[in-house]
């Protein structure tokens, strides 16, 4: 059983940096973070392989947003960068795909956190 909880969320102006943390109880294949604006479909923003180094980014956060795992792989961060109020957004961590080849889309994830706020200001 996997069990995730978010952590790092808060309140940032414009061009600021926070670093989220997700810890999770039990192994996973791969392990991605997703966000959600008001009114908008929740969108995968960042996905990492669990151990290994394959990331991927989609291109509204890439050059700014780093994902990572700690050697454990017990914890997976995203440092955020240069932050914009675009970026405004619940942030959630998910694990357990059912397939390798839906990995962008959110109903192929079994786990979820309960979400983190992070809100940016200008």
């Known amino acids: 059983q996997v069990q995730l909880v978010e952590s790092g969320g808060g309140s940032v102006q414009a061009g600021g940096s926070l670093r989220l943390s997700c810890a999770a109880s039990?192994?996973?294949?791969?392990m991605a973070w997703f966000r959600q604006a008001p009114g908008k479909e929740r969108e995968a923003i960042a996905l990492?392989?669990?151990?290994?180094?394959?990331?991927w980014y989609a291109d509204s956060v890439k050059g700014r947003f780093t994902i990572s795992q700690d050697n454990a792989k017990i914890t997976v961060y995203l440092q955020m960068d240069s932050l914009e109020p675009e970026d405004t957004a619940m942030y959630y961590c998910?694990?357990?795909?059912?397939?390798?080849?839906?990995?962008?889309?959110?109903?192929?994830?079994?786990?979820w956190g309960q979400g983190t706020q992070v809100t940016v200001s200008s």
């Open positions: 998910a694990a357990g795909a059912r397939s390798s080849v839906r990995l962008f889309s959110p109903t192929n994830y079994h786990y």
């Open positions: 039990g192994y996973t294949n791969y």
């Open positions: 990492i392989r669990a151990g290994g180094g394959s990331t």
